[in-house]
């Protein structure tokens, strides 16, 4: 049995860390309020045993689990919504241009990888899909759900094409899915992005949150002033800038004597 690493963020926000497979250091968020709990992401398929577990050590049942909230489609995040929903009465909220993909209806895209990116992760032929798992209810950029305060969904195109960030006004957090990521202490780009440059905008709109706190899909949380982490966020597996080709020199002009 896995250790169990779940920390608390701010009152009713926990992080839970997810081991097992390759990626770096996947988180699943758990919030707890009156006698209901909202997940956000649910880790590989399997990961059920491990969020039952969490609940259990936060006093809490499989059947308090009222919502699942899926960043986007991709089976690092959205690999246990389908084993979770049999726990009881759950809605599982997506961002409108992911649902289809987590639902399995349609074939999500993939990722154009950097060099950069190839070199951690080869390129595959078969979109990074979870189980296939219902959708109750759609979500847009703007929209609002009835726990933490009024929860705020942000849109974040670029990793997928219905990725969504959550600001928690309760907490005053952001929940950032793979948008952004933490690495060795600093705040990056998300990775894998099937549009880089609209991932790059993204991260404005999360930014605009001014959140004191920022839990993302890969890496450790910020804590204080993340918006500002997330303002200056790097890039470090871009593309490289290829350097400017210097212009020949123009032979020397002769002149008539």
Not at 83 to 101: K, N, P, T, Y
Not at 133 to 150: H, Q, S, T
Request: overall charge negative; aromatic content about 6%; charged content about 20%.
């Amino acid at each position: 049995m896995s250790e169990l690493t779940l920390t608390e963020l701010a009152p009713g926000l926990h992080r839970l860390l997810v081991p097992g497979g390759a990626a770096h250091l996947l988180n699943v968020y758990l919030w707890c309020e009156g006698t209901e709990v909202t997940l956000i992401d649910t880790g590989w398929a399997g990961s059920s045993t491990l969020i039952a577990r969490a609940l259990a050590t936060l006093g809490r049942k499989p059947s308090d689990v009222a919502r699942i909230i899926l960043t986007h489609f991709h089976e690092d995040h959205a690999g246990a919504a389908a084993e979770i929903i049999g726990w009881g009465d759950v809605e599982v909220v997506a961002g409108a241009d992911d649902a289809s993909f987590v639902a399995g209806t349609s074939r999500g895209p993939l990722p154009v990888l950097t060099e950069a990116e190839r070199s951690i992760h080869p390129e595959s032929q078969d979109p990074p899909h979870g189980p296939a798992c219902r959708v109750d209810r759609l979500v847009r950029d703007g929209d609002v759900l009835n726990f933490a305060g009024g929860a705020r969904v942000i849109a974040t195109p670029g990793h997928t094409p219905g990725s969504i960030a959550l600001f928690l006004p309760e907490p005053g957090a952001v929940l950032t899915g793979d948008a952004v990521a933490e690495l060795n202490g600093d705040v990056i780009l998300g990775v894998f992005n099937v549009d880089r440059a609209i991932a790059r905008a993204s991260l404005t709109r999360i930014a605009d949150t001014n959140a004191q706190i920022a839990g993302f899909g890969h890496g450790n949380p910020v804590l204080t002033e993340a918006f500002r982490r997330i303002q200056n966020a790097t890039d470090p597996f871009a593309e490289p800038v290829a350097e400017p080709v210097a212009e020949p020199f123009a032979d020397p002009v002769t002149r008539e004597p």
